[in-house]
């Protein structure tokens, strides 16, 4: 079983940076990618970015290509998320997700992210 836990959240102002991290721990820890979602209140969960882990390919949700960063140290079995030019929009709870395969298993607990305008 892999367990994840998120860090990086906090309340900043429209157009301050944050960055997530996110660190994976178990026995059966071997990704295909590592990627976040968010969820912003009264809303489904949707999909922020991902990384395949092997290969560092990276993949984008539109509204945040050019100023979110994702990346990942397999050292550290850790993931980032550098945010930058957030907006208030972006104010959601961060989820990390860990993908053994081509679907998201395992989910942290999430770290909230509020941007004031």
């Known amino acids: 079983q892999v367990q994840l836990v998120e860090s990086g959240g906090g309340l900043v102002q429209a157009g301050d940076s944050l960055r997530l991290s996110c660190a994976a721990s178990g026995r059966t820890f071997s990704p295909y990618a590592m990627g976040w979602f968010r969820q912003a209140p009264g809303k489904e969960r949707e999909f922020v970015t991902r990384?395949?882990?092997?290969?560092?390919?990276?993949y984008y949700r539109d509204s945040v290509k050019g100023r979110f960063t994702i990346s990942g140290d397999n050292a550290k079995n850790t993931v980032y998320l550098q945010m930058n030019s957030l907006e208030p929009y972006d104010t959601a709870v961060y989820y990390c997700?860990?993908?053994?395969?081509?679907?998201?298993?395992?989910w942290g607990r999430g770290t909230q992210v509020t941007v004031s305008s």
């Open positions: 990384i395949t882990w092997n290969a560092g390919n990276t």
């Open positions: 997700a860990y993908y053994p395969d081509s679907i998201p298993r395992s």
